[in-house]
């Protein structure tokens, strides 16, 4: 077993994956339902649009659905430290075990554009390069000291064919180790608790496409 799988499942909450996966594909569930529902999103000239309202719904989903779950974590918004001008934001997701970001990728093996906040976080995965063996890495990594992960996701014509987690090297240039949970089942108390979820994903998800229309249509975006 690899590295990051060990590590997931040895020191991850087991539900962690499951949610995740559900997460970005209810975001581009409500994204195709905002797209074949919406006829001036189905001109060619309105497609540049998709990836700012698709980023805009794995944000939501990813922070509603993980706080709306009995797992210990902590979802913010932060602004870039390089880009403040352009209001330009970013996830930022830790739990028990893992510092994680999302992003999406052109492909499943895609390596996402470097980012500063990527590259200060992948510092945290200087022990995963240093050390080969399990057992030093276990010396070096728990649930206080958590890895940098990055959660990517993608697919072609903007239909979602993977979501992963992946461990990046200190330089956030190539992946120690990816592992798929794009089929990973989420892991609920009670179908009352599920029902509640998703109603308020429904309900939270349907307000902001329909804001996020409003923006992209007037040419008011600030996503």
């Known amino acids: 077993?690899?590295?990051?799988?060990?590590?997931?499942?040895?020191?991850?909450?087991?539900?962690?994956?499951?949610?995740?996966?559900?997460?970005?594909?209810?975001?581009?569930?409500?994204?195709?339902?905002?797209?074949?529902?919406?006829?001036?999103?189905?001109?060619?000239?309105?497609?540049?649009?998709?990836?700012?309202?698709?980023?805009?719904?794995?944000?939501?989903?990813?922070?509603?659905?993980?706080?709306?779950?009995?797992?210990?974590?902590?979802?913010?918004?932060?602004?870039?430290?390089?880009?403040?001008?352009?209001?330009?934001?970013?996830?930022?997701?830790?739990?028990?075990?893992?510092?994680?970001?999302?992003?999406?990728?052109?492909?499943?093996?895609t390596m996402p554009k470097k980012a500063l906040h990527r590259s200060v976080a992948s510092v945290k995965n200087k022990q995963f390069d240093l050390f080969t063996t399990q057992e030093d890495i276990n010396k070096h990594y728990d649930a206080d000291n958590p890895p940098f992960l990055l959660l990517t996701y993608g697919g072609k014509n903007h239909h979602l064919q993977f979501v992963q987690l992946g461990l990046p090297n200190v330089d956030t240039e190539q992946w120690i180790e990816k592992v798929d949970i794009m089929n990973a089942q989420r892991i609920v108390a009670s179908k009352d608790q599920e029902q509640t979820t998703q109603k308020k994903l429904d309900l939270t998800l349907t307000e902001l496409s329909e804001e996020l229309l409003r923006r992209e249509v007037n040419g008011t975006r600030n996503i």
């Open 1 to 109: 077993m690899g590295i990051l799988r060990t590590h997931l499942e040895a020191e991850c909450d087991p539900r962690l994956a499951g949610e995740l996966a559900y997460s970005i594909k209810e975001a581009y569930r409500f994204l195709w339902e905002l797209i074949d529902t919406t006829p001036v999103l189905r001109h060619p000239e309105m497609r540049k649009t998709y990836g700012h309202i698709r980023q805009a719904l794995v944000d939501v989903a990813l922070r509603l659905v993980l706080e709306d779950s009995s797992m210990r974590t902590d979802v913010q918004m932060l602004s870039a430290v390089n880009n403040k001008v352009n209001g330009y934001t970013y996830t930022m997701i830790e739990t028990k075990g893992a510092i994680i970001s999302p992003v999406k990728t052109r492909s499943i093996k």
